[in-house]
Structures are given as structure tokens and as C-alpha cells.
């Protein structure tokens, strides 16, 4: 099935680094998601973006929904041990239907 | 709110036989539910998605007849694995979502082994 093509797909960084990882797509999407996935458990959402250009932060997370609706970032600042896990970059088709990212694995050194 | 659970977390069984996983949802009515297989390092792959009361609808390339899939309550969908073998070893998650809303909150997961 259609698949968004995410990278990087993995990095290892030290703690108090920024992170930013991106998101592309042959389609449009009207809606894109940021999820973590904690090793063993399903995905938590982080970010939602509705608009075209929209940019919107949930604390050190900062994500923005690109302007031909083919492409979105996440960007993590100040890393901390607990972000350490895979982010996946999802976007809605249709209604309800998810199309996720490959992922991004995350790796921080303390 | 909105919490999802899986039942078992995890599940070991023998080539041939078939498996049954629940999906629930705790604190809401979830019209939706969604069936997700991630294999190891992989992403995520929709299965099949099932509204409550009707058939569930499959992705392409998923056999129907092999992962059987009931939602007949507002709070509870099944996935029953039917003739397991190894290569469907994998972490099924599943989803839910309330009417109207496209959010989808998932499940922690049930990571199934084949021998």
C-alpha cells in the first residue's frame, strides 16, 4: 500500500541536541499526524495538523503542515532521555484511513 | 479518556492453529476500529477496518478468511488469526474511533508468535 517517505530512519544524538525529521508525499493529504511509539506499545499522537502552512507546537515539539500539502516536519528541541523512541508521520486519507511514515528511530546518548 | 486495550499483550501458539485478540475500547463508543500488523523495524500496515454491525472492510492483499475480523459491540472488536503459520508472527495493534471523529486511539498491542 501507499506509504509516506520519512527520514531520516534513524539518529543518534546527545541529550540537549535538537531533533528534526521530515515527511513526503507523492499525494496530498489534508490532515497530517505525529506519533511515538514506545518500543512494545502502539502509537501515542503528538501533533495534529489541519492547514496548509500551519505550524504548531506541543512543548519542545514544533511540527508544520508544508504549504503543497505533500510534506510535513517535526522538529524536537532540547532533547531529553524519554523522547527516545520511533516517530511516525502519518497522513489521513479519506476520512479515517492512516497512512504512516516508515519512521524514525531515535537514539539519545546521555 | 479514550483508552483502548488489547487483549492477551502477547501470545505464543503452534502452526496451525488460530488465535483470537480483543480490541477495546474502555471509555468510549467506538463506531470505527482499525487492525494494524507491524512487523519488526517496520511500519505500520492497515489490515482491514470494521464498523460496528457491518463486515469488516480488508486492505488489498489481506485474505479475509484467514484474519477474521467481528465488531458487534460498540466496545469490542475481535481478530481471530485462523491457521496461523510463522510468517504471520507479528505485533497486531488495533485502533478505535467515536463517530464523526477521525482521531484514532490505539491499543498497546498484541505481539503474536507462531512456532
Known amino acids: 500500500g501507499q506509504q509516506l517517505n520519512q527520514s531520516p530512519q534513524s539518529m543518534f544524538i546527545q541529550e540537549g541536541e535538537d531533533v528534526s525529521m521530515n515527511c513526503t508525499s507523492s499525494s496530498i493529504f489534508n490532515t497530517w499526524l505525529w506519533y511515538k511509539q514506545d518500543p512494545g506499545e502502539g502509537p501515542v499522537l503528538l501533533i495534529a495538523?489541519?492547514?496548509?502552512?500551519e505550524l504548531t507546537s506541543n512543548g519542545r515539539l514544533t511540527a508544520q503542515f508544508g504549504i503543497t500539502r505533500k510534506d510535513s516536519f517535526l522538529n524536537i528541541s532540547a532533547s531529553i532521555p524519554s523522547d527516545v523512541g520511533i516517530y511516525f508521520c502519518a497522513g489521513l486519507q479519506g476520512a479515517q484511513k492512516l497512512v504512516f511514515g516508515q519512521g524514525t528511530r531515535l537514539t539519545i546518548n546521555p | 479518556g479514550a483508552v483502548v486495550s488489547q487483549h492477551p499483550s502477547w501470545v505464543i501458539c503452534k502452526s496451525g492453529t488460530s488465535v483470537k485478540i480483543e480490541c477495546r475500547s474502555l471509555?468510549?463508543?467506538?463506531?470505527?476500529m482499525f487492525w494494524y500488523r507491524q512487523f519488526p523495524k517496520q511500519s505500520l500496515m492497515l489490515m482491514a477496518t470494521?464498523?460496528?454491525?457491518?463486515?469488516?472492510?480488508?486492505e488489498q492483499g489481506v485474505e479475509k478468511d484467514k484474519f477474521l475480523i467481528n465488531h458487534a459491540s460498540l466496545t469490542l472488536s475481535t481478530l481471530t488469526v485462523t491457521s496461523a503459520h510463522p510468517e504471520d508472527s507479528s505485533f497486531y495493534i488495533c485502533?478505535?474511533?467515536?463517530?464523526?471523529?477521525?482521531?484514532?486511539?490505539f491499543g498497546p498491542g498484541t505481539r503474536l508468535t507462531v512456532t
Open positions: 495538523l489541519y492547514k496548509a502552512g
Open positions: 470494521s464498523n460496528e454491525g457491518s463486515k469488516a472492510t480488508y
Open positions: 471509555d468510549f463508543q467506538a463506531t470505527t
Open positions: 485502533s478505535a474511533s467515536e463517530v464523526g471523529i477521525y482521531e484514532q486511539y
